[in-house]
């Protein structure tokens, strides 16, 4: 069965640190992996999307950046937080298929970042 | 990229009674529009989904329809109990673009 792993769980960090989340997924060759964050009380920020290796497509300027070093991995990334990066950032899956996607999408447990 | 709107943001019904949640997307090309629940703390898991090619689809108390032509697609909760009480979200989706775009969410309050 597929699994994704998402951690650190939690982190408070201040503004103007680094930034490092990571998720892998097992179980699965070649997935989908997206990034999302979940403001509070908001819905879910679609931030960057890979459908391989290196392949990378950010939705939303900002200063966050994400790399995807092996086929199951996918990592965001910040040089220096800001406090408005706070919240719940969500890393998520789906299968490939013809198409782009064959349909249901699986989240990871989340991260919840707070920024002070 | 595609818009998401979701209405209500908040709705509070009575154990047993019908809840209703509305989205409207932007893009025509848009085929595919799961609905997840979210609990507290927890990550949404997916519930119901509906593809282009069919209007409406039913799996036990939960239903979803699909209007194509106004791009608007409904969640229809029946005999709500009341850990049904969550938030939920709806997402549009097309096959050529792998991308997911979300409601703003409706947090759903069921009271015994």
């Known amino acids: 069965s597929q699994t994704i792993h998402q951690w650190p769980a939690t982190l408070v960090q201040p503004v103007g640190s680094p930034l490092s989340l990571e998720c892998t997924v097992e179980g699965t060759s070649n997935p989908n992996l997206y990034w999302y964050r979940q403001a509070a009380g908001r819905g879910l920020q679609l931030l960057f999307y890979?459908?391989?290796?290196?392949?990378i497509s950010s939705e939303v300027p900002q200063n966050l950046s994400a790399s995807r070093p092996q086929d199951r991995q996918f990592i965001l990334s910040s040089k220096k937080l800001l406090l408005s990066d706070s919240g719940f950032y969500l890393c998520?899956?789906?299968?490939?298929?013809?198409?782009?996607?064959?349909?249901?999408?699986?989240f990871g447990e989340g991260s919840r970042l707070t920024v002070l | 990229g595609e818009n998401v709107e979701q209405h209500p943001s908040t709705l509070s019904v009575q154990e047993g009674d019908s809840a209703v949640i509305k989205c409207t997307y932007s893009?025509?090309?848009?085929?595919?529009f799961p609905w997840y629940k979210q609990e507290l703390g927890k990550r949404p898991q997916l519930i119901i989904d509906i593809r282009s090619n069919v209007g409406e689809k039913k799996d036990q108390r939960i239903a979803v329809t699909l209007n194509k032509t106004a791009k608007h697609f409904s969640l229809h909760i029946t005999e709500t109990q009341p850990e049904d009480s969550a938030v939920y979200f709806c997402a549009a989706a097309s096959y050529n673009f792998n991308k997911f775009y979300f409601g703003s969410g409706t947090k759903l309050n069921v009271k015994p």
């Open positions: 890979s459908v391989g290796i290196g392949q």
């Open positions: 998520a899956w789906t299968r490939p298929g013809a198409g782009g996607f064959t349909g249901e999408l699986f």
């Open positions: 893009d025509s090309a848009s085929n595919y």
